[in-house]
């Protein structure tokens, strides 16, 4: 079976949005045992949307499409998807009738453009859409199906996960499940990595394959069976095979961020962790407090945005700072002690480093962890630009928290 | 003249990694008065590969490929570009020559698999690419064009600049150019916008669109003409107009970001800011600090992640804190005027408000600038999650100091 993506909107074509629901559902098919084997782009153009779906229909038996389905006259992926599929428009009342209850419920009115959003190809099998106005629709078509889907993400979500996954499952009746695990490592590299499950990777049911991150090396365990259950069965010793030969490089699986595992740790023991930064501009603070949103674990995070600030902003005297002089560890040492006490927290995280470390002759980053036992103390000359630097030094940093909650 | 591009790699179909390239591609095209119509990703596979190029030379003048390149047996893009132009590959053994010679500048000894580089399409334009080892080419076929390009983005988008573009202008003879000026506004939204320029939207060239971001709405300025300098002299009057109407909504124009102006007007000020903020989760420090790093105006900022942390963080009485409330305005107000005194600098800002501020009947946001000339304050009850609800609170905040420093 072979399945195909069509992303409708001139503003996707163009770059003015950037497209990551075809990424998304990809990965969603798989887990059905639904390949996917082209994702096309079009424009809000009648007769170009409508040779794209024809040929979509011809090579794939599966096609979704994302987007045009709003109540404004470039949306027309409902007469697109009637053309494609030789059939004319009607309007289903109930579905007015259910658009006109949704603007109700948040105190708006329907105006007449909404109304368009109610006309279905004839013949389609009605999604309806409970998070969004626009209602959805599959169209079987010689043994094909359609299914048109809105391109706000998080309604296509929605509608994929209760709507679109079951009834493709029941409608080719796909009995194979697609599961996958992945286990997620830090502080060590990915060629490393490799050297250690050589063995693994040549397997074939589950596959193993690892992909790097900044600071970070993915593992996926990849299981095809006729239950989740069985892939699951499958998985299982791979991982604590992985397991046994990683150790603590392992931080976490699936969804789990370094940050959301930092910040557990921290809420498990009853502790709190407050961090300085120059270098991660603040993102180091910004992560650990989105990850501490759901556990109070973190005070806060003081983010330093020139030299002549960092005195001022821990309390310390300029002097000093310059005596130690900036970047360096006695500067980093300081900084992390500072932060613990002014914010009261058991441990304080400093990242201090030149604001630009991509530049030639840069100095190296400097790292201090400053906990009720004394300083933790780390350097990175790793010298890389840009978010994926900062993702670099955030590992490193980060691991140094998890290591010491840890033991 | 049609244009269209493929973009090649399962990673990319899988979502693996995110296009960003095609994107780029539409909006350099545009410069040069080239529409681009559809955008195809397909997978590392010979016959479907070959397919969607025959498909795309069938539709369209121009085709541009990216990916597939490399040395590996997964690249393909030679094979599927010469198997669709009805041609074969030959080893150019000039260019072999000059990739190790790239490789040689580097320390490193060429494989055997980089010579695969070095196969091209019998007849092809060579593209040299002095950024890394994939040569690239143009096949003229049957009147059209197919340019196969490298997926990484520095690569492509320097063969774009300095090769493909001026060849597809002289072998087209393509004389118009295609300038956007974007105008960008903040406190003010999309409708309100769009009433006070309605008669400049129905204009043909130039044209006039908007666009909204959280906090912020673009308007879009462009001209068709025969050279840079006819395109500059129609937008120019268009500019002004929007100017005299949108007065000081307009911070800026272009690649500007509002950030930036507020870091410029502190830093030809010699004045300083302070940050302290909840809800916005570091996001607003992380944004100054980004724009503060050309020019040295940003003290620092500081990151609230718990309620408990605010005291500690400031410097505050904690009975204070309990007192006026968390959050409320007197709080914003004690922490603004608490972070400047701290830091030691001129403009003291904080963005007090809830930590989940989508929950209902979560409170508003407070936001208060602390000055050498008292307190601005300001609310916002708009309650939207997420990095666009941030992004609102971010522009609102920023906003005030930009208005504060422009008097």
């Known amino acids: 079976l072979q399945a195909e993506i069509v992303t409708i909107g001139t503003e996707l074509l163009l770059g003015e949005i950037l497209d990551t629901n075809s990424a998304w559902i990809a990965q969603r098919l798989m887990t059905i045992g639904l390949n996917l084997f082209y994702t096309t782009t079009v424009g809000d153009n009648m007769p170009r949307m409508t040779q794209v779906l024809r040929q979509a229909l011809e090579r794939s038996e599966v096609v979704i499409t994302t987007g045009g389905l709003g109540p404004t006259v470039d949306d027309m992926t409902r007469d697109a998807v009637a053309a494609a599929t030789h059939r004319d428009l009607y309007l289903d009342e109930d579905l007015v009738r259910e658009i006109a209850a949704y603007f109700g419920r948040r105190g708006f009115t329907m105006t007449d453009n909404n109304k368009v959003q109610a006309r279905i190809p004839r013949g389609a099998r009605i999604i309806h859409n409970p998070v969004g106005t626009a209602p959805c629709f599959a169209v079987e078509f010689e043994g094909r199906?359609?299914?048109?889907?809105?391109?706000?993400?998080?309604?296509?979500?929605?509608?994929?996960?209760?709507?679109?996954?079951?009834?493709?499952?029941?409608?080719?009746?796909?009995?194979?499940?697609i599961k996958s695990r992945t286990i997620r490592t830090c502080g060590i590299g990915e060629s490393a990595v490799g050297a250690q499950i050589e063995d693994l990777m040549g397997l074939s049911n589950p596959t193993v394959g690892t992909r790097a991150h900044p600071g970070q090396t993915d593992l996926k365990i990849t299981a095809k069976a006729e239950s989740e259950a069985a892939a699951m069965a499958l998985i299982a010793p791979i991982e604590a095979d992985l397991r046994r030969?990683?150790?603590?490089?392992?931080?976490?699986?699936?969804?789990?961020?370094?940050?959301?595992?930092?910040?557990?740790?921290?809420?498990?023991?009853?502790?709190?962790?407050?961090?300085?930064?120059?270098?991660?501009?603040?993102?180091?603070?910004?992560?650990?407090?989105?990850?501490?949103?759901?556990?109070?674990?973190?005070?806060?995070?003081?983010?330093?945005?020139?030299?002549?600030?960092?005195?001022?902003?821990?309390?310390?005297?300029?002097?000093?700072?310059?005596?130690?002089?900036?970047?360096?560890?006695?500067?980093?040492?300081?900084?992390?002690?500072?932060?613990?006490?002014?914010?009261?927290?058991?441990?304080?995280?400093?990242?201090?480093?030149?604001?630009?470390?991509?530049?030639?002759?840069?100095?190296?980053?400097?790292?201090?962890?400053?906990?009720?036992?004394?300083?933790?103390?780390?350097?990175?000359?790793?010298?890389?630009?840009?978010?994926?630097g900062r993702g670099w030094l955030i590992h490193l940093a980060s691991d140094m928290v998890r290591r010491q909650l840890l033991g």
Chains 1, 2 share one sequence.
């Open 145 to 177: 199906v359609i299914i048109s889907l809105p391109g706000v993400p998080h309604e296509m979500r929605h509608l994929m996960e209760t709507e679109v996954l079951p009834y493709l499952r029941a409608h080719f009746g796909l009995t194979n499940v």
């Open 245 to 388: 030969r990683l150790g603590d490089f392992i931080f976490g699986v699936d969804e789990q961020t370094l940050s959301g595992v930092v910040a557990r740790l921290l809420a498990e023991r009853g502790q709190t962790l407050a961090t300085v930064e120059t270098t991660t501009r603040g993102e180091l603070a910004n992560q650990l407090a989105e990850a501490g949103l759901k556990v109070e674990a973190l005070l806060g995070g003081v983010t330093v945005a020139s030299e002549a600030g960092l005195a001022p902003a821990l309390g310390l005297a300029p002097a000093d700072v310059t005596a130690w002089g900036f970047p360096s560890q006695a500067l980093a040492d300081a900084a992390a002690q500072a932060v613990r006490a002014r914010l009261g927290a058991d441990y304080g995280l400093a990242v201090i480093g030149p604001f630009d470390p991509a530049k030639p002759d840069a100095p190296p980053v400097y790292f201090s962890l400053a906990t009720p036992q004394g300083l933790v103390q780390g350097e990175s000359r790793q010298g890389r630009a840009g978010p994926s």
